[in-house]
C-alpha cells in the first residue's frame, strides 16, 4: 500500500498570507505529482502538476518537488477567501503500481478576510 | 466542452438491488478510473482502466465490476449493494496513466438503505 501523507490541518490563514501545504509519500518510483483543489460538495479540480525536481510556478501557486527527501509542497501567495478549500495532493504509482494515483486525505484551508 | 459525465448525481437505493452507475468522457482519453470518498479517508481508488478491454483492482475492489467495452464510457456496476457502500463516488479520465492530469465528474452521492 502507497502511502501519501499530509499535514492533518485544518489550516487557517488571514487574508494576504502565504498558505503552505505539505505532502510525503512512499513511493520511490513515483514521477508525476498533483495537487487538487475541492470545495464543499464538489468535485476534485486541478490546480498544478509537477514531474522534476525544484518549483513550478503558476501564478499564485508554486509547487515545490524534492524526490531525494519525497516531499512535495504547495504555496498559495496572497490567499484569498476564494482559496478556502480542501487541497488534495496525488502521487501515481512507479514500476509494477503504473496506472494507480494514491492521493492523501486532504488539508482544509481557510482564508479569513 | 470536454467533461466527464456521471449518472445519476444522487441515488438512494436498497440492500442487494443492483445498480450501475454511468460514466462517459468525450475526450477521447485512454485512462479511466473510478474512485469513493469517505469522510476522514480521502479518495479510494475502486477500479481502473488503461485502455479498452483492460481493468484493474484499485484499493477497494470489493464489491464492485467496471467493463470497458467502448474508450469513452466506464460504467460502475454494484451487483448487491451494502450499506458500506454509501459514499461519494467519482469518475475520472485522463489521456494516459503515466502523467496526465484527471479530469473528474460532477460525483454520484448513493446512500444504501
Known amino acids: 500500500q502507497k502511502e501519501v501523507e499530509q499535514n492533518s490541518g485544518p489550516l487557517s490563514v488571514p487574508e494576504g498570507a502565504i498558505a503552505s501545504l505539505n505532502c510525503t509519500y512512499s513511493d520511490r518510483g513515483s514521477q508525476s505529482f498533483f495537487w487538487y483543489r475541492q470545495y464543499s460538495g464538489k468535485s476534485p479540480e486541478l490546480i498544478m502538476f509537477?514531474?522534476?525536481?525544484g518549483d513550478k510556478e503558476d501564478g499564485r501557486f508554486t509547487a515545490q518537488l524534492n524526490k531525494a527527501s519525497q516531499y512535495v509542497s504547495l504555496l498559495i501567495r496572497d490567499s484569498q477567501p476564494s482559496d478556502s478549500a480542501t487541497y488534495l495532493c496525488?502521487?501515481?504509482?512507479?514500476?509494477?503500481?503504473?496506472?494507480?494515483?494514491?492521493f492523501g486525505r486532504g488539508t482544509q484551508l481557510t482564508v479569513w478576510p | 466542452e470536454a467533461q466527464v459525465t456521471q449518472n445519476p448525481r444522487y441515488l438512494i437505493t436498497v440492500t442487494g438491488k443492483k445498480l450501475t452507475v454511468t460514466c462517459s468522457q468525450n475526450m477521447n482519453h485512454e485512462y479511466m478510473s473510478w474512485y469513493r470518498q469517505d469522510p476522514g479517508l480521502g479518495l479510494r481508488q475502486i477500479y481502473y482502466s488503461m485502455n479498452v478491454e483492460v481493468t484493474d483492482k484499485g484499493d477497494v475492489p470489493e464489491g464492485y465490476k467496471v467493463s470497458r467495452k467502448e474508450k469513452r464510457n466506464f460504467p460502475l456496476i454494484l451487483e448487491s449493494p451494502s450499506p458500506n457502500q454509501t459514499s461519494l463516488y467519482f469518475c475520472?479520465?485522463?489521456?494516459?496513466?503515466?502523467?496526465?492530469?484527471?479530469?473528474f465528474g460532477n460525483g454520484t452521492r448513493l446512500t444504501v438503505t
Open positions: 475520472a479520465s485522463s489521456r494516459d496513466s503515466k502523467d496526465s492530469p484527471l479530469h
Open positions: 509537477i514531474y522534476s525536481n
Open positions: 496525488a502521487v501515481n504509482g512507479g514500476g509494477s503500481t503504473l496506472g494507480r494515483l494514491y
